[in-house]
């Protein structure tokens, strides 16, 4: 909305523009005086155009002059761009607020956005200069003392010519204040028009599938001890390691390698959860039949004397590799149906807190989208974290 007022303001204070200056010429012979002379101009500033009459002070003869300069280019340049952009952000609202899933539909309502809102950025920056540059010649193109240079009787030393009145021109200034305003807005917005671009997600996605992809992540077919060392792929500075860090016990819950919970049913890698009575992804996403997840983490050698934080998280992404698509991703209704299946203990009684609540809505918000193993982990832990079960897991005795 800010965007409409400021357009509005910027075309209303130059377009909306006229003014006034007033001369007078005494001459010897008063009889031929002028104290009284009017020159009006106005928007488009073409001052060529703008006629007026003086006394000559050579009896009653006057003579018909003209204002110099036409800065109309420069200024019908700046209205025009803030009244484009007036109609423009009028209509981007309007979407916003009513065409919200049009404007997200393949990602083109983004696109089309980010680019127009880099395109007026630099309009706004090119018509606020050339409009600034054209309002200083206007200025002095209006100036009462340079106007009173045109008239012949003013070179006469026995003649008086004076200023009385000049105009007044506070609000061209506004406007190319609003104009250099408009473009701080437009051009401050542009990160955020293209956080909304699939650019944006797109090279996030290439960030996190190149670490997936490094030598010892899980897609590489070995899981060896190094690569969760300082150079390995999970042990990554920032908030995920913080958020992992007091709270690394609660991803054994997706093994066996844990001490009983009491008053709590456990499955463990050698003895699969029952399935759930819906039918979840497993066989869209080509889940292959008769390979438990122990089996394929037995499998892999250079687990078998892994720690129980390695075949913990081993386990993670067997579970989510065996319910992937080929390019390993996960579409958001599948990754809700796989929860509630793989994490149910973790997620009972949870349905009334309002950030389960939220994470749920956000996989049920357009479900075909897809996410991937990072994005997967990270809601595990956020889950694990606002989950009762993670006190129990706490309270488990840990020394004989």
Same mark, same amino acid.
Request: net charge neutral.
């Given at each position: 909305?800010?965007?409409?007022?400021?357009?509005?303001?910027?075309?209303?204070?130059?377009?909306?523009?006229?003014g006034e200056l007033r001369l007078s010429v005494d001459c010897a012979n008063k009889s031929e005086s002028d104290l009284s002379i009017d020159i009006a101009f106005a928007y488009p500033f073409r001052l060529h155009q703008v006629n007026f009459e003086a006394p000559t002070c050579?009896?009653?003869?006057?003579?018909?002059?003209?204002?110099?300069?036409?800065?109309?280019?420069?200024?019908?340049?700046? *209205?025009?761009?803030?009244?484009?952009?007036?109609?423009?952000?009028?209509?981007?609202?309007?979407?916003?607020?009513?065409?919200?899933?049009?404007?997200?539909?393949?990602?083109?309502?983004?696109? +089309?956005?980010?680019?127009?809102?880099?395109?007026?950025?630099?309009?706004?920056?090119?018509?606020?200069?050339?409009?600034?540059?054209?309002?200083?010649?206007?200025?002095?193109?209006?100036?009462? @003392?340079?106007?009173?240079?045109?008239?012949?009787?003013?070179?006469?030393?026995?003649?008086?010519?004076?200023?009385?009145?000049s105009p007044v021109m506070s609000s061209l200034n506004t406007s190319v204040v609003f104009g250099y305003l408009n473009f701080i807005l437009w051009a401050g917005n542009i990160w955020f028009v293209f956080k909304e671009t699939g650019w944006h997600s797109s090279g996030q996605?290439?960030?996190?599938?190149?670490?997936?992809? !490094?030598?010892?992540?899980?897609?590489?077919?070995?899981?060896?001890?190094?690569?969760?060392?300082?150079?390995?792929?999970?042990?990554?500075?920032?908030?995920?390691?913080?958020?992992?860090?007091?709270?690394?016990?609660?991803?054994?819950?997706?093994?066996?390698?844990?001490?009983? *919970?009491?008053?709590?049913?456990?499955?463990?890698?050698?003895?699969?959860?029952?399935?759930?009575?819906k039918k979840g992804p497993t066989a869209a996403a080509g889940m292959p039949k008769g390979v438990p997840i122990a089996k394929q983490l037995a499998s892999i050698k250079a687990l078998r004397k892994g720690s129980d934080l390695e075949k913990a998280f081993a386990t993670a992404?067997? *579970?989510?590799?065996?319910?992937?698509?080929?390019?390993?991703?996960?579409?958001?209704?599948?990754?809700?149906?796989?929860?509630?299946? !793989?994490?149910?203990?973790?997620?009972?009684?949870?349905?009334?807190?309002?950030?389960?609540?939220?994470? +749920?809505?956000?996989?049920?918000?357009?479900?075909?989208?897809?996410?991937?193993?990072? @994005?997967?982990?990270?809601?595990?832990?956020?889950?694990?974290?606002?989950?009762?079960?993670?006190?129990?897991?706490?309270? *488990?005795?840990?020394?004989?």
């Amino acid at each position: 909305m800010q965007w409409v007022l400021f357009a509005i303001f910027a075309f209303a204070t130059c377009g909306g523009y006229s003014g006034e200056l007033r001369l007078s010429v005494d001459c010897a012979n008063k009889s031929e005086s002028d104290l009284s002379i009017d020159i009006a101009f106005a928007y488009p500033f073409r001052l060529h155009q703008v006629n007026f009459e003086a006394p000559t002070c050579e009896g009653k003869r006057r003579e018909t002059l003209a204002l110099i300069g036409d800065f109309s280019s420069s200024a019908e340049f700046f *209205v025009t761009i803030a009244v484009f952009a007036f109609l423009y952000s009028l209509a981007a609202t309007v979407v916003y607020i009513f065409f919200q899933n049009k404007y997200r539909e393949n990602n083109r309502g983004p696109l +089309i956005d980010f680019i127009v809102t880099v395109v007026f950025s630099f309009l706004w920056l090119v018509s606020s200069s050339a409009w600034a540059k054209g309002l200083s010649d206007v200025k002095v193109a209006t100036d009462p @003392d340079e106007v009173l240079l045109l008239m012949s009787a003013c070179k006469q030393q026995s003649n008086k010519c004076l200023p009385v009145r000049s105009p007044v021109m506070s609000s061209l200034n506004t406007s190319v204040v609003f104009g250099y305003l408009n473009f701080i807005l437009w051009a401050g917005n542009i990160w955020f028009v293209f956080k909304e671009t699939g650019w944006h997600s797109s090279g996030q996605r290439h960030a996190a599938d190149t670490m997936e992809k !490094q030598p010892g992540g899980y897609n590489q077919g070995g899981y060896n001890q190094d690569s969760y060392g300082p150079a390995g792929g999970y042990n990554q500075p920032g908030s995920y390691g913080q958020l992992l860090g007091d709270h690394k016990h609660a991803v054994l819950e997706m093994c066996g390698c844990r001490a009983s *919970v009491p008053s709590t049913k456990q499955y463990s890698v050698s003895q699969p959860a029952p399935a759930s009575t819906k039918k979840g992804p497993t066989a869209a996403a080509g889940m292959p039949k008769g390979v438990p997840i122990a089996k394929q983490l037995a499998s892999i050698k250079a687990l078998r004397k892994g720690s129980d934080l390695e075949k913990a998280f081993a386990t993670a992404a067997l *579970v989510y590799n065996s319910y992937a698509d080929p390019e390993s991703k996960l579409s958001k209704a599948e990754t809700k149906s796989l929860l509630q299946s !793989q994490f149910g203990h973790f997620i009972q009684g949870q349905e009334n807190k309002p950030k389960y609540q939220e994470i +749920i809505s956000s996989l049920d918000e357009e479900s075909e989208n897809k996410i991937n193993f990072e @994005d997967f982990m990270i809601l595990l832990v956020s889950l694990t974290l606002m989950s009762d079960l993670l006190q129990e897991i706490k309270n *488990v005795k840990t020394t004989k």
